[in-house]
């Protein structure tokens, strides 16, 4: 049984934020539009921001956001502002909030949500620990036992912000129906979401002579109420409230000590006026596989890792799964970055093209359609492909950020002082040095990606043996209309930039691509003649669609699908990532009496060969730690620094402290960090989990030291070696289970339609032999899944008995604690059905 095996939890979501319409004008007869954009946040922490849409009521974002859910988290909102040029803070309008549970209602689906107002209520979070006891006290011998009710505030966790401070206090009062009785407060913590008060106070419960009942209890309750220390004219400012009835499911016994979390909620008087605030499209898919134990996974794995061996393909269970998903991306991810994590990445794709190919009539349409094997490749192009990118487009999108250069060519969108002629030279510039870019780099293309090209053109010469063109139809389709075109369209959602992109720069990227992908289509093309569908760009394509250029291309395009051509090792390291974070200054001396940490935000350069960082992007880097000296990378506590999203680097000297912008970016730095200096063979084990102060030694173990071996043991390494394709075996497995369960009555029609030969799909090429052999390999993913199914079954029973309601892991005023309890009722039968992203309990 799994349950007493070891589970864990990932959770991804994907975004599209698209537009807003209706949003409110500046004032009362207020003419023109806002600069507006909008940010992603997990609670209250934002986490990722759009590009500005200038001048309007109904912006149109067409952003992608993607990440790995490093937190737990109870909402994820969107908040509207419209910014303010004046340098003032920025304006926010309203906000769209969707609970955690909530997220599976609008899977993959575009919807509109209300925009609501933001205020103190709608902004509360976090929880709040608590003891409560009624304890009978005789204050002399001859007086008559009374009750007080003892209430001890331990600590609060996750408080909201308010304007970047918290500062908090808990006034805990008891109330008689509508009356206060009695009132009593902590003292005030500074600088801090997750406060330890550890304050305990007492109230003398109003009462009879004589034993206390639930009568004289019924019209009593204890209100604990957090609020944030404010000097400004409105006062304090609310950050949530919990009451607690003395009587009831929820009532307290005597001489019994209630240890219990609460959520914190709004004030329940509180009143939402309603406001015409507009509204968001948006489209959610979030995902959270429960990973178990990698034993459990075998069935289901050998099954998918025998597809490129299984004739006919189409009885293969990668191939099936295709079928029976009708989302093919969902399906592509996991299937790719397990095939490249077993190393049969070739043969998967060898053996899906294969088919497609030989079933294709026009060569123009081979790979164009949203099919399986085209995913796959846009997946295995991302995975494999994404430093190759950087290194070929990311010094020509830096340099058009920068120098802004105006490049509009449609003659009805000019702005004001420009001139067409300027613009067409600014634009074929451009175009120039990425054709010349793209073209040099053949040799930079990864080996793992020639393979397959190659594969790729051996098919079509197969099976075209009279048409030359179509090889490179086939490849120009993949490398320049789905990888070169779409990171040049949006660089932000390839990492090419982290810069927010003005309306121009997207301006010229646009046409950029646009060039780009009409090259892609005319090189595989028996004609240099390619329609366009705006007049003004024929212009450029007159310059461009040459025999010389489109030979350059093919020659390109030869090189890479070469499997034994000599790929050059890069000149300058790899750039794995870059950003703004901030540092303690590491020439700081702190004492025993004095702490004064210096902090300074820098730009880091993580490479492959050494982090660096410089004062801002693009000047001399002020210092650089090589790979080989980082011996570990370890998040940091917030206690140590009252800093979040903090992280060290681990040295033989001293270790440096950064801090991410937010909890996702903190993930990110650590986990390819981690994958950098896998390999150091002197990597700790063991580190300290404090701060050392010269006078007082490190704070975790006291040690005087500050060489001393580390106290603490270090995080335990689950990532891959291999920067590029670094893979989670087990959550792509996870993953793909979840998909098989989601479609497990397709899987059993299918496997009748197996049973009589002319029902499947009518295809002529199926012989009898072949299904039986597509009966057998549907029996056994359904058997493996069903398997699967009672795995997670006995885990999620397990988990729910262990889940005390009230608990740090159950808090008090969520939901969720029902849907645990139902499944501990539950004493047999597997799942039958998990909806894709579903998370139980």
């Not at 939890?9 to 409110?24: M, S, T, Y």
């Not at 003891?131 to 609060?156: H, M, Y």
Request: glycine share 6%.
């Amino acid at each position: 049984m799994a349950s007493n095996a070891r589970v864990r939890v990932e959770e991804r979501i994907k975004i599209n934020i698209g537009e807003a319409k209706n949003l409110p004008s500046r004032g009362h007869g207020s003419v023109g539009g806002r600069d507006v954009f909008c940010t992603v946040n997990l609670d209250q922490e934002e986490v990722h921001r759009t590009n500005t849409v200038e001048k309007t009521l109904n912006p149109f974002f067409g952003d992608e956001y993607n990440f790995d859910i490093p937190r737990k988290f109870r909402w994820l909102s969107f908040y509207i502002y419209d910014r303010e040029r004046s340098g003032k803070q920025d304006k926010v309008l309203g906000k769209v909030s969707i609970k955690k549970e909530d997220l599976r209602k609008y899977q993959g689906k575009d919807h509109w949500f209300d925009i609501l107002p933001v205020d103190c209520d709608s902004e509360v979070q976090g929880e709040v620990h608590l003891e409560v006891r009624l304890e009978p006290i005789q204050k002399s011998e001859d007086a008559p036992t009374l009750t007080r009710l003892s209430v001890r505030v331990i600590e609060c966790n996750g408080l909201t912000k308010n304007n970047g401070a918290c500062d908090p206090h808990v006034n805990v009062s008891l109330w008689c129906e509508n009356e206060k009785l009695e009132s009593k407060r902590t003292k005030r913590k500074s600088k801090t979401t997750s406060p330890t008060f550890n304050e305990t106070f007492h109230f003398e419960i109003p009462q009879r002579p004589g034993e206390i009942t639930a009568d004289s209890l019924a019209a009593l309750q204890l209100r604990v109420t957090v609020w944030h220390d404010s000097p400004g004219i409105f006062g304090n400012i609310f950050l949530g409230e919990v009451r607690v009835p003395l009587t009831g499911e929820a009532g307290l016994k005597l001489n019994l000590s209630h240890d219990t979390w609460y959520f914190l909620q709004p004030r329940e008087n509180n009143r939402v006026i309603a406001h015409d605030l507009g509204s968001l499209r948006l489209k959610l898919n979030y995902t959270s596989d429960e990973v178990i134990s990698s034993k459990h996974y075998d069935q289901l794995l050998g099954l998918v890792l025998q597809s490129p061996m299984v004739k006919p393909v189409t009885c293969s269970a990668a191939y099936i799964l295709g079928q029976v998903v009708s989302n093919k991306q969902e399906a592509a991810e996991p299937l790719v970055r397990l095939f490249l994590h077993h190393g049969k990445i070739v043969p998967f794709i060898e053996s899906l093209s294969e088919r497609e190919i030989a079933l294709e009539t026009d060569p123009n349409t081979i790979f164009r359609g949203n099919t399986l094997v085209s995913k796959c490749m846009d997946e295995l192009m991302k995975l494999a492909g994404l430093h190759y990118l950087h290194t070929v487009l990311r010094p020509v999108v830096e340099r058009i950020y920068q120098e802004r250069r105006p490049c509009e060519v449609d003659p009805g969108k000019l702005g004001d002082g420009e001139r067409l002629e300027t613009n067409f030279a600014n634009l074929k510039g451009y175009i120039q040095e990425t054709f010349a870019a793209i073209s040099k780099s053949a040799y930079q293309c990864p080996s793992t990606m020639c393979r397959v090209f190659a594969a790729l053109k051996r098919q079509a010469r197969v099976f075209f043996p009279d048409n030359q063109e179509v090889q490179y139809c086939v490849l120009s389709g993949f490398v320049f209309l789905r990888f070169f075109a779409p990171a040049l369209l949006n660089p932000k959602l390839f990492d090419l930039t982290q810069e927010q992109l003005d309306p121009q720069t997207s301006r010229t990227l646009k046409l950029i691509s646009k060039t780009i992908n009409s090259l892609g289509s005319c090189v595989g093309s028996r004609s240099s003649v390619v329609s366009c569908k705006e007049e003004y760009m024929m212009a450029i394509n007159k310059d461009f669609f040459t025999d010389s250029y489109l030979q350059k291309l093919r020659l390109f395009l030869d090189v890479i699908s070469t499997e034994s051509a000599p790929h050059q090792a890069l000149d300058s390291p790899i750039i794995l990532k870059e950003g703004q974070l901030v540092k303690r200054a590491m020439s700081r001396r702190i004492s025993l009496n004095i702490f004064r940490p210096s902090f300074v935000r820098r730009h880091f350069c993580l490479t492959t060969r050494g982090l660096s960082y410089s004062v801002s992007k693009g000047e001399r880097p002020r210092h650089e730690i090589p790979v080989d000296n980082i011996r570990g990378v370890e998040p940091v506590d917030e206690a140590v620094f009252k800093k979040r999203n903090m992280f060290r680097i681990v040295q033989p000297d001293r270790d440096l402290y950064m801090q991410a912008n937010n909890c996702v970016e903190q993930k990110e730095w650590v986990d390819i960090l981690s994958k950098v200096v896998s390999h150091n063979l002197d990597k700790t084990e063991q580190y300290h989990p404090g701060l050392f102060r010269e006078a007082a030694g490190w704070t975790c173990c006291r040690s005087p030291t500050q060489t001393a071996i580390g106290c603490a043991p270090v995080t335990a390494d689950k990532l891959h070696a291999d920067i590029k394709l670094a893979t989670d075996s087990d959550r792509e497995m996870e993953r793909l289970y979840a998909l098989f369960s989601a479609h497990l009555e397709q899987l059993r029609r299918l496997q009748e339609s197996f049973s009589y030969h002319p029902a499947y799909a009518g295809d002529p090429s199926f012989e009898p032999k072949d299904t039986v052999v597509g009966y057998n390999t549907v029996a056994s993913i359904i058997s493996a899944v069903n398997s699967l199914q009672q795995e997670h079954h006995d885990h999620d029973r397990s988990r729910a008995r262990g889940i005390r309601y009230g608990s740090r892991m159950a808090p008090i005023g969520d939901d969720n604690y029902l849907q645990l309890r139902a499944a501990a009722a539950s004493e047999s039968g597997p799942r039958r059905y998990r909806p894709v992203g579903s998370t139980p309990g």
